[in-house]
């Protein structure tokens, strides 16, 4: 049996047409271009991340999930596709998202394998002024929103959010939603790459076509009368304390703050992941210990036990309910 570290993987950079160099910030190294997502953990076919320290430095996700996912991952911890559940990513929104929706595990039209998509974010920077959109407009139902995406006007039908550091939002499947320029936001979300597109303001993609829109596929998954989709802000925490900032059948996901030594530990039902979203200091384990910083994710196995936390540091902490 391998000893239970914290794991700590290379990020996987993709290029968008609305990123930037802003991940740059976090001390991560960043291919040339746009790079607008920085998938920090993952265990998906377009995506899987390596571990990048201790003994199993060099293994992907996927592979940890075949080798020690029974004592790593906790008897919670699997998504209905036997893959690691969340895909944990770092957004860079140099531009505006096209506008979209993600479908719920159940929608017929997904391809094999693949899972619906709920999501949170965590906003870790905003430009005076940013906003994203979040939801429709009150009365918006299905004939409103075709005709509207038919008639090129679906913008009048999304409400717009004006957001700023320290924002949560969560974004069950179904709900409309779009990141907009000026934002870095730490997202945690179901182990899912489907995304419909509703609309993308007429721009031309990376290679200069406009992109793919879905709109059969968002009109049918679009939750007409909310999918529950909440939004708060985050301050008010005291010194080593948590807020419930995101709740959802997928994960729970909790803001703290370090300000002083914090024993913790995992249980045996899930992992645990940490996404360090400001500050630094030190992580340490039976065993071992080392400094961490903003920008950086842990995935702390189930069967790790008690760990703590010390420093100057605001930490996002996932689990599977
Ligand atoms: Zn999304």
Redesign the pocket.
Known sequence: MTTPYPLQFKPEMKERIWGGRALERFGLELPEGAIGEGWMIGDHPNGTTKVMNGELAGLGLDEIRERHGREFFGTKGYAENGRFPLLIKLLDCNDD?SI?V?PTDSYEKLPKGELG?T?MWYVLDAKPGAKIIYGLKEGVDRPALAAAIEEGRVMDCLQEVPVEAGDAFY?PAGTV?A?CAGVVVA?I?QNSDT?YRVFDYNRPGLDGKLRELHVEDSLNVTAYEGAGATRMKTDGIGANEWLVIAESPYFVVEKGLVRAPWKLSTTPESFVILVVAEGAGTLSWEGGKQDVKAGECFLLPANLGGYELDGELTVLRSVTP
């Open positions: 998202l979209q993600h998509k999501e974004i939603h990141l997202e979300q995304t």
